[in-house]
């Protein structure tokens, strides 16, 4: 995944079939980046790169959020990789952490 100032470049291949919006988690600043999906066109406005080139087997994205995060310690490390959507609910689990009385 290519970036500059916000923009993101991914290999279709990459993403499968669900595209419109991305989620980076920036370590180095502590961050969770929501990316939203833009016209191939948007290459241009970015990066000088010659007018021939094809975007096709790309998709692009631009920054549209960022929100302060915490993630995992040491001995509990947050996972790295890409990751898909497998599942969506309308209930929220804001970690793995229940207490007693549940």
Same mark, same amino acid.
């Given at each position: $995944?290519? *970036? =500059? !100032?916000?923009?993101?470049?991914? %290999? &279709? #291949?990459?993403?499968? =079939? =669900? !595209?419109?919006?991305?989620? !980076?988690?920036?370590? *180095? ?21 010659? !007018? ?7 998709? $692009?994205? &631009?920054?549209? %959020? ?7 310690? =040491?001995?509990?490390? #947050?996972? &790295? ?7 969506? #609910? #309308?209930? &929220?689990?804001? *970690?793995?952490?229940?207490?007693? *009385?549940?």
């Amino acid at each position: $995944m290519g *970036s =500059e !100032k916000g923009f993101y470049i991914v %290999k &279709e #291949t990459v993403l499968g =079939e =669900e !595209k419109g919006y991305l989620l !980076k988690l920036d370590r *180095s600043n502590r961050h969770l980046v929501v990316l939203c999906q833009v016209e191939r066109s948007r290459l241009h406005d970015h990066f000088s790169i010659r !007018k021939d080139f094809d975007p096709t087997p790309y998709v $692009m994205f &631009e920054e549209a %959020k960022a929100f302060s995060c915490i993630f995992g310690s =040491e001995k509990n490390p #947050t996972p &790295e990789g890409t990751f898909r959507v497998e599942f969506k #609910t #309308t209930e &929220e689990c804001v *970690s793995g952490y229940y207490s007693a *009385s549940v």
